[in-house]
């Protein structure tokens, strides 16, 4: 899931670099959804660690 957060970001880079900036600012977005969704997960996620 990691690397797909990285391969969008650089998907949005490529395209930004092409002169489509529209569709990489889109992409900068998704990238950030799912990488927010990504961290909530982890987050909010119990340990199973007895003390």
Do not use: E, P, Q, R
């Not at 889109?26 to 996620?45: K, R």
């Amino acid at each position: 899931m990691m690397s797909l957060i990285f391969f969008i970001l650089f998907a949005a880079m490529l395209v930004a670099f092409c002169g489509k900036k529209s569709l990489g600012y889109g992409l900068f977005s998704v990238s950030v959804i799912v990488g927010l969704y990504w961290f909530n997960h982890h987050a909010t996620d119990s340990l199973s660690i007895l003390l």
